[in-house]
């Protein structure tokens, strides 16, 4: 072997050799070498190539002259196959000798020849590798002699060899057999042995089967009977189900329950298969998946879980109405990390819906409002187009992106009840995630229980979470089986242990939570009968959220949060006075929690709205029986609210009892123990009652007669209020609550004896870097001054301008100063004040955001925001919620007004001054507290409100002082005092020319010389109180004569005591109508007094009532216009053809919308947002808003209100009678423009006498006839009536002004002639120029000023606010 290896190695070196030989053969063709061949001179390099083959190929020794070579290639192929054919491993040893100079040459070379000749180059090559070749194969020839001999040597041996194997092969086949006959055996043996042991296990496997099978078959059994039954079924099931997902989550819980029935009933009385009593619940979701869903940190509710049902099942994008957040944290933990969420006033956030929707994410958009981008309305519609066969395509703002199938949305609003488009509506499923009554009190019971006993509720909780898993398990094992069993072959069924393990499994884990379960409840029962005991802790704080959530009703600023409610609910349980028994705890907790809730809430709420809060919470708590007061019903309760009336019965008490009053007592006496009321009061005493209705206080006096007994019931004694003098109620309210309400007094006078520096430094407690303070402005109020002092003692170093707190007043440019500020602050811990943001709207969004971004960042911890604003809608209801709300109102009343003002100034600086300057700021100071107080008598006061301030008191008390000082004369400049404090400071505010005519009025009478001795501060009272002003002094007895000063009444500011009783009617008609729009609509309210009906029914049979009463109204003016002459077409025919062109306008726009609502009642058209606030005003029977914007100005209720419209239409159709001739007395309260009336008598006193119309003024002579006697047109002008005056009498026997009546409100005037006269700058003493509007609002509905005699000063009439009313809502 060593010699063949030896051998084959020296031969694998020649063999290269050879090869190349014989690849220079293969590259010769015939036309290279009769190329080579034809040369005629040929080089000397291929004379040798020649010469070398010759001497190899032919063994030529002499001859090897070119033509030698020429005549060897003179037949090419043949010369080819010769050297094919050459063997190279025979070569005489001469011939190698011969080659050897030659193959030593230097040009003897494949590449030297190239240049030569092609084939003498391969030749060339030829020659040298054959040598090459030669001379290593004759080293090898020796040892392969060898290796030929050593072969045959082997293969001798090797023959041998075969023979002894061969006889041992006949031997081994032999035991092979036998071998092959033993292992037969064994393998039937093992066989028999297996098919034993597989018969037993099949058997023990058959056994485990059949007795798992037998625990399942009960449970299959009622199954199978179920699924059959759902065959059935199926189609009403299914039905149900799809119109539950379809329609009913945008509704609340009653809502959906009526719905429920009613599409049961429906399918029912189709005869569609349905199964009894279907819950679509049930059908769309099963108890594990509910289980699995509350795990998630779904509220457990039945709206919560409805909800989610919904949200899985819905084919359309889900739109959550989720303002406490309740759903969106559910969708956060039930995707997880995997979900998207955007705002839309994120940065580039439609970058992210795309590259969601391109990578099949799921996106939630939060904090949606009523409009969602309109580039967004493809994704909502899914309106996807289809390329090729599986790509989808979908086109955003004219881009077109990807669309993966695995997209899903989810689309969120904070707003509690939106708007939305139809279009919206049909792309999505509104889904109502707003918090129920039964939810919020199940997570505030959850809540209290962990701070009170934290061990139960942990107990609770993983109680319930193990319920919940078991559930989840159960069945996850019960359908991995029922999959086994259905994929199992029954041959091979036995073969199948995971089949048989997972039965066991099924069997052990289901007979184990059936255990837990037993267990569970029993442990439940005994931690729910601890719970429970806290169930009126958890009830309270419920009804409390749901309280105070409302109150954005009446006011936008008034919003509060679900996290910011239990915020303060948990510091009032940590600060609830600590009990041994369980019961008195809770009752301590629920005392605390109620006045830190309330405190929290009043103190951002403005003074008007306070009693109302209160009021609302009284009520809330007297219906739910937490009073010791029984509830009387909703009857009385709807009473007192709406204060209805019955106006066909006549006034037999009319001489002292107002009709308003005997109309409602005429409603009283339908209520349960009233019956006998109007009798009592007509017949059987009508004198004490006289005396008790003109009591100053008749809520501290007790009624006449039987009637006393109201004493003991003041909720029932209310209601006589309500009827008789309205004026009290809120009076009588207030201390009802005192006496109603537990602690009640500490609620009606919560933070009274507090200056509004201690309610700002208890407040700042309930503070941090996310919750700022926010200040509802109200005119004359500022509060930095507090807050910096606040930071004094709060700030560490205490607070400083520009270092570590910045005030921004909000304006144009000021958004990046105060971006600016917020950062720095945010950073370092600044206090950064925002006054007045309300002046950007917009900006308040971004500052939402950026207060959000502080948020997740985490601020320094002394960071603190402090906002301002007037109240405004534009506030966004995100700052609103998380802020701790202050209002801080100037205070109310004319002595404490007067005492801030005269404080203002400082005793020093007072003392040094002359005794002319303390005076005359003396009564400045009174002057302002009169303008300041003045407004809380609405229209009688002022026609418009006016931010009266003490810096208008500081800017006069300056040009006093400049004046005096400066003034060498010793007499003082009235008049340029008065021009300057009413047309300049007070009267730079003042917008209505009447409202400057009552301040110079004031000026006029306090601003003379009397005033720097002594002078009557209670004007024109004549001698029904005096007041004179203290004689110049110190600063001292200045403050004594405030303080000493007799209580307010309506003769400090010239006005009658009537006054105060018209205030305080508009307050208590303001009280009640916030409290109806604050009950919840729905529900239905008692079955008393016709009130059994819900607000859609009520709204629904008034909808028909009103369309039928004015369907038929329609006055034909175009044929009345066509039937007159050009001659009989005067000014007169014009305004009332103008008056039927409105009514037509305003009967037309009733008959549309009401025509309109009933199709929506139908269900033939869908309710918009104008339809839903139609049904509002129908329900609470106030007048819908594009009704009043195209009839007449009133402030009549909605009855009142067409009763109105039927006389109005009753004066035009006897004009349409007669066009020709206008009425003999024309009530222009019954028109909607009298402006046009008063000026058509002036047109006609220009034809006559050929005046210029702007020179003329309508002059009014006041007739002492009714309307009955006027049987003629007058000569001049015309008569008019349905003037009432307002603030005085008319006089009929001096024909003049008198002071009114105790407790009468409106002197119905006689027939007025109107004419036109010249207009006059000369005033007349005895005339009193008495402004006209057209109802007791007054502005903006102003007529003309009308001319009344009066033997007083005309500017007593002018302060009291006299003025004559068209209109004043209801009949004398």
């Given at each position: 072997a060593a010699i063949k290896a030896e051998a084959d190695g020296e031969l694998s070196e020649a063999m290269p050799a050879m090869q190349k030989a014989e690849e220079a053969v293969n590259c010769l063709t015939k036309a290279a070498i009769q190329e080579l061949k034809n040369l005629g001179k040929p080089p000397a390099a291929c004379v040798d190539v020649t010469k070398a083959v010759l001497i190899m190929l032919k063994h030529e020794k002499k001859n090897h002259e070119w033509k030698a070579g020429q005549k060897m290639m003179n037949d090419p192929q043949k010369f080819l196959d010769e050297v094919k054919a050459f063997d190279a491993r025979e070569i005489p040893d001469w011939v190698l000798d011969a080659l050897a100079p030659i193959l030593a040459l230097e040009y003897f070379n494949k590449k030297?020849?190239?240049?030569?000749?092609?084939?003498?180059?391969?030749?060339?090559?030829?020659?040298?590798n054959v040598v090459k070749f030669n001379s290593i194969y004759k080293k090898v020839a020796p040892l392969m002699a060898k290796v030929e001999e050593a072969t045959n040597t082997k293969e001798e041996a090797e023959a041998k060899l075969a023979i002894v194997l061969a006889a041992l092969k006949v031997v081994q086949d032999r035991v092979a057999a036998l071998n092959e006959k033993l292992d037969t055996a064994k393998a039937d043996l093992a066989k028999a042995e297996k098919d034993a042991a597989d018969s037993q296990e099949k058997l023990a496997l058959a056994e485990r089967l059949v007795n798992g099978l037998a625990d399942e078959y009960k449970r299959w059994t009622i199954t199978v009977k179920g699924l059959k039954q759902q065959g059935l079924t199926l189609i009403g099931d299914c039905s149900l189900a799809s119109a539950f997902v379809g329609y009913i989550s945008p509704f609340s819980s009653s809502f959906r329950m009526d719905l429920r029935n009613t599409w049961a009933a429906d399918v029912q009385n189709r005869g569609i298969p349905c199964t009894e009593g279907a819950d679509p619940l049930t059908i769309l979701a099963s108890e594990a998946e509910i289980a699995t869903w509350k795990n998630e940190g779904l509220p457990a509710d039945r709206v919560s879980v409805e909800n989610a049902a919904v949200v899985t099942s819905c084919a359309r994008w889900p739109l959550m109405i989720d303002p406490q957040l309740q759903g969106v944290k559910w969708i956060k933990q039930r995707v997880g990390d995997d979900l998207q969420v955007v705002q839309f006033t994120h940065d580039r956030w439609l970058n992210k819906v795309t590259f969601a929707i391109t990578m099949g994410k799921i996106l939630l958009l939060e904090a949606v409002g009523q409009e969602l981008e309109a580039i967004l309305e493809p994704v909502l519609a899914r309106a996807t187009v289809r390329r090729g066969r599986n790509q989808l395509i979908i086109k955003i703002g004219g881009e077109e992106f990807d669309y993966d199938t695995n997209f899903q949305l989810y689309i969120q609003s904070k707003l509690a009840n939106p708007h939305y488009r139809p279009e919206i509506a049909a792309t999505c499923t509104i889904v109502n995630f707003i918090v129920t009554p039964s939810g919020l009190e199940e997570q505030i019971l959850a809540m209290v229980v962990n701070t009170e006993k934290p061990e139960l509720e942990q107990q609770k909780q993983t109680l319930v979470r193990q319920q919940n898993e078991y559930m989840v398990t159960l069945s996850k094992l019960e359908d991995d089986l029922l999959e086994q069993l259905s994929t199992a072959d029954p041959?091979?069924?036995l073969d199948n242990i995971a089949l048989i393990d997972g039965l066991e499994v099924t069997k052990k884990t289901s007979n184990e939570i059936n255990e837990q379960v037993k267990l569970g409840v029993e442990t439940e029962k005994a931690i729910n009968t601890s719970r429970e005991l806290y169930r009126p802790v958890a009830a309270e704080g419920s009804m409390l959220?749901?309280?105070?959530?409302?109150?954005c009703i009446i006011e936008h600023m008034y919003q509060y949060s679900l996290d910011s409610f239990t915020s303060f609910m948990a510091k009032a349980m940590d600060k609830a006075p600590a009990a041994e028994e369980l019961e008195e705890r809770a009752a301590n907790l629920i005392a605390t929690i109620r006045m830190t809730i309330f405190r929290w809430v009043v103190r951002g709420l403005f003074e008007r709205h306070k009693l109302t809060f209160n009021a609302l919470l009284t009520f809330t708590l007297l219906k739910l029986g937490k009073l010791k007061e029984e509830y009387p019903g909703d009857a009385p309760i709807s009473f007192l609210f709406k204060g209805p009336m019955r106006t066909d019965v006549e006034n037999t008490l009319g001489d002292w009892l107002p009709n308003t009053a005997w109309f409602a007592v005429q409603k009283l006496i339908e209520l349960d123990g009233f019956d006998s009321f109007a009798q009592n009061m007509e017949k059987d005493a009508p004198t004490r009652f006289k005396e008790w209705f003109n009591e100053v206080a008749p809520e501290e006096q007790k009624l006449p007669l039987d009637w006393k007994r109201l004493e003991n019931e003041p909720l029932k004694k209310m209601l006589v209020l309500r009827c008789l003098r309205p004026d009290r109620i809120t009076i009588a309210m207030a201390d009802w609550i005192r006496g109603a309400l537990p602690n009640g007094r500490d609620y009606m006078d919560c933070d009274g004896s507090s200056s509004f520096m201690a309610v700002l430094t208890n407040s700042y407690e309930d503070t941090s870097p996310a919750t700022p303070i926010f200040f509802i402005l109200s005119p004359g109020s500022d509060p930095v001054q507090e807050v910096e002092k606040m930071g004094q003692t709060k700030m560490d170093p205490p607070l400083k301008l520009h270092l570590n707190y910045h005030n921004v007043a909000m304006g144009q440019g000021q958004d990046v100063v105060a971006m600016a500020k917020l950062e720095m602050g945010h950073k370092d811990g600044h206090w950064v004040m925002l006054q007045n943001i309300h002046l950007m709207p917009s900006w308040c969004v971004t500052l939402e955001k950026k207060m959000d971004n502080f948020n997740v960042e985490g601020s320094h911890p002394a960071f603190r925001i402090y906002l301002s604003a007037d109240p405004s809608k534009g506030i966004p209801i995100g700052i609103l919620e998380r802020a701790v709300k202050l209002t801080n109102e100037p205070p109310t009343g004319l002595n404490a007004n007067l005492r801030r003002g005269f404080a203002f100034f400082n005793k020093e600086d007072f003392e040094e001054r002359d005794a002319k300057v303390k005076a005359i700021l003396f009564g400045l100071c009174h002057f302002h507290a009169i303008m300041l107080e003045r407004k809380k008598f609405g229209p009688m006061g002022y026609n418009m409100m006016y931010p009266f301030s003490v810096g208008d008191l500081r800017d006069s008390a300056s040009v006093l002082y400049n004046y005096l000082e400066n003034n060498q004369s010793a007499k003082i400049p009235w008049a340029d005092l008065r021009y300057i404090f009413g047309e300049v400071m007070y009267g730079g505010h003042i917008v209505d020319d009447w409202d400057r005519v009552m301040c110079k009025c004031y000026l006029e009478y306090f601003f003379v010389d009397e005033i720097l001795d002594e002078t009557q501060l209670v004007p024109y009272a004549e001698d029904k109180l005096s007041l004179m002003s203290p004689p110049p002094g110190p600063h001292e007895k200045y403050l004594e004569f405030i303080e000493a000063m007799p209580g307010e009444t309506p003769l400090f500011f010239g006005m009658h005591p009537?006054?105060?009783?018209?205030?305080?009617?508009?307050?208590?008609?303001?009280?009640?109508?916030?409290?109806?729009?604050?009950?919840?609509?729905?529900?239905?309210?008692?079955?008393e007094a016709g009130e059994s009906q819900s607000p859609m029914a009520r709204a629904e049979q008034l909808c028909s009532d009103i369309l039928d009463d004015v369907r038929d109204i329609k006055f034909p003016t175009d044929d009345i216009s066509k039937s007159l002459s050009d001659e009989e077409k005067g000014?007169?025919?014009?305004?009332?053809?103008?008056?039927?062109?409105y009514m037509n306008g305003l009967v037309g726009e009733m008959i549309r919308s009401l025509s309109e609502l009933q199709l929506g009642f139908r269900g033939e058209l869908t309710m918009s947002e104008q339809m839903e606030k139609l049904v509002d005003s129908l329900f609470l029977e106030k007048i819908p808003e594009w009704w009043m914007k195209l009839g007449f100005p009133t402030v009549r209720s909605l009855a009142s209100w067409l009763a109105n419209l039927k006389e109005r239409c009753e004066q035009l159709d006897n004009w349409c009678n007669d066009p020709v001739t206008i009425p003999?007395?024309?009530?222009?309260?019954?028109?909607?423009?009298?402006?046009?009336?008063?000026?058509?008598?002036k047109q006609i006193t220009c034809q006559v006498q050929s005046l210029e119309l702007n020179k003329l003024q309508v002059v009014t002579e006041i007739t002492k006839r009714d309307v009955k006697q006027i049987e003629t047109l007058a000569r001049e002008g015309a008569y008019v009536c349905g003037l009432y005056l307002e603030g005085a009498r008319w006089d009929m026997a001096a024909n003049s002004l008198e002071d009114s009546k105790p407790k009468e409100m409106f002197c119905k005037m006689p027939v007025v002639q109107c004419k036109a006269g010249m207009a006059s700058e000369k005033e007349d003493k005895n005339i009193y120029q008495c402004p006209t509007y057209c109802t007791p609002t007054r502005r903006p509905y102003y007529v003309f000023p009308a001319q009344l005699r009066t033997k007083y000063p005309p500017p007593k009439w002018t302060l009291a606010g006299v003025a004559l009313i068209l209109d004043i809502g209801f009949a004398l």
């Open positions: 030297t020849m190239e240049s030569k000749s092609t084939a003498a180059a391969f030749l060339c090559d030829w020659v040298i041959a091979t069924i959220f749901f309280l105070i959530i409302q109150l009537n006054a105060e009783i018209n205030y305080r009617t508009v307050q208590c008609n303001n009280l009640f109508d916030m409290l109806i729009q604050l009950q919840p609509r729905d529900t239905s309210g008692g079955e000014p007169f025919q014009f305004v009332f053809l103008q008056e039927a062109d003999k007395v024309t009530d222009i309260s019954r028109l909607f423009n009298p402006q046009s009336f008063l000026t058509a008598i």
